[in-house]
């Protein structure tokens, strides 16, 4: 029998049978012409030529929202609560608001950020849901200014992904209100391995248009990306992270809504 009959009977490739042969001892066999050994049929017979599967190794996500189910209950809440259900098989890190959660909550991380030029001490919490990690950021600014809200929730954020300091291989963040993120991620992305930051977006929206000054004295991003956040002459958080994010994460409908606004230059059908 020649090796190629022989591995059309077993429905495996020739030249695997050739490597098992040469394995065997049978160096002369040159290849799938040539003829099976008789002794050793039996050999090969017992011989598991099945490719062993790899075991898939769960990748680390960290997940951002100023929202996010069961903690808070709206429309995107859920959506990120099932983005996260998807990644189910993964180690996943949700960073969420504390807000008006009053549930006993273990601290996890102190630091202090500096906002337009003061320096402001936060503290995240830490709290496990079923097989999830959440850390909640204890907002400092709850009666004050919302771009004071975002850019503390945002400098946390990056805190918190800073002490994690473990592969992580995508960071998702959800909606405009951290659409300057992936810029601030810049800063510390030499720290990190093949990180993705993928951009979660549900609409077009004019919100998160403010002066350029915020860029540098509340965010504390360098001057020299200002023009990947500007505008018509102001910074624009949803902008922002359309140009800057590693990956976009938007549906058909959301596109559509996107390619006919005001931003649709920086919008692409391969998003």
Known sequence: MKIYEYAKKRNIKSRDVVKKIHDLGYKHIKNHLSLVPLKIIDKLDEFDFAPKKKKLQPKTNIFISLECAPFSKSG???????????????????????????????????????IDKKKIKGTVYKTQYKNDIYYLIEDKFI?????????????MAI??????????????????????FPLMFKKIKSQFY????????????????????ILT?????????????????????????LVTADKIDIDKATLTELKTSYLKDYVYDNM
């Open 159 to 180: 805190e918190t992904v800073k002490f994690l300091n473990n592969k992580i291989d995508k960071i998702n963040i959800h909606d405009w209100e951290l659409g300057l």
């Open 194 to 213: 093949n990180t993705i930051v993928e951009f979660s977006i549900y609409g077009a929206t004019y919100k998160g248009i403010y002066a350029k000054n």
């Open 217 to 241: 004295t509340i965010f504390g991003i360098d001057k020299k990306y200002l023009g990947l956040a500007e505008y018509a002459g102001s910074i624009n958080f949803l902008k922002a992270g």
């Open 143 to 155: 009666n004050d200014k919302e771009i004071y809200q975002l850019a503390f929730f945002s400098l």
């Open 76 to 114: 995107i809440s859920e959506i990120v609560r099932n983005k996260i259900k998807k990644n189910k098989r993964n180690k996943n890190h949700i960073i969420i608001p504390r807000n008006q959660i009053d549930m006993k909550l273990d601290i996890f991380l102190e630091r202090n950020v500096i």
